[in-house]
């Protein structure tokens, strides 16, 4: 059977799911849960990924996001390797964690981001132990559901820094006390009436209206290449010169001494070319005069710095301050 394609665009929103292997698990305890979310939330801040909601089951997860930069494949390649290492390491064990490549559906975000979430809110319930709950039971064991997003958007004292809530709560009134009722409501209904979106995925990889469809066919799937990458820019981020230029001013340095140094100012700029202005490790590899996998590992060196000197988050917050206020 043929792979369903990986379509890619910036600002793209996918339904992401990994399950694992032989259907065992994937995490063991609260622990493993935690790191999961810790690395996540590394990787949203370092691929520049927007997550609308996620549920983390015993042997898989769902995720709900939106990539600014068409990086979906990169993004999980790193996310799906990091955990499989820490859990690998953690249980003594060797092999692969997951049963395959992870799962992308491309979504519409217009018709589509709010039923989605409600889909992926509901996955708790659909095993064969809580689907035999009552009504009534099965919305306390949703509402006390630790592994999942609904908790913040259905009480704002429980929010995660890693969610976008306002997005998804804009179709129920806005991202305030009702529109978290009306949110919770949908759901409750949705636990009598069902909602299956399954059926109306084509594919195995695109949900949408016809038109949305249409669009994704007509421009990603005449190709007869067996996967489609990024093929087409639908945004344009900030021009790489501005960057630099930002940075030289910020760091009273210019490039060309940016890029003979080992160190961390050379990692900033890898850092913002990749997030802020949309050039690929491949191509900032080439601008700094390194390969692919010098950017890679400058990047990470950077995470792990950033975690220990808030100096350095803050130089890097006053260039994309700068940066903000540069029209192209």
Known sequence: MARPLRIQYENAL??????????KAIFKDDYDKNVFLELLNDGLKTYNIILYCYVLMDNHFHLLLETPLANLSEFMRWFNITYT?????????????YQGR???????????????????????????????????????????????????????TRRGSIIDYA???????GDNKKGRRLYWESLCNDL???????????????????????????????????EIPA???????TAKDKIIDALCKETNKSFDEIKKERGII???????????GGLSGTEIGEMMGVDYSTVSQGRKRLRENLKRDKHLSQIIKRVEVDLSMVKI
């Open 14 to 23: 996918y339904h992401v799911t990994c399950r694992g292997n032989e259907r």
């Open 85 to 97: 290492s820490h859990y690998n390491r953690r249980h003594k064990r060797i092999g692969h964690l």
């Open 102 to 156: 992870y799962k992308s559906i491309l979504v519409e975000k217009r018709s589509y981001l709010h039923i989605v979430s409600r889909y992926i809110h509901l996955n708790p319930v659909r095993t064969k132990q809580e689907g035999k709950l009552t009504l009534s039971e099965k919305e306390n064991y949703l509402r006390n559901y630790r592994w999942s997003s609904l908790l913040g958007y259905i009480d704002e």
């Open 167 to 173: 997005r998804i709560l804009e179709s129920y009134g």
């Open 192 to 226: 009598s009436t069902g909602i299956d979106i399954k059926e109306k995925v084509i594919g195995g990889s695109i949900l949408g209206s016809d038109m949305f469809i249409n669009w994704a066919k007509d421009t990603f799937l005449p190709a007869k290449s067996r």
């Open 231 to 237: 093929v087409q820019r639908l945004k344009k981020y």
């Open 266 to 276: 050379r990692q900033m700029a890898m850092d913002l070319l990749y997030r802020v």
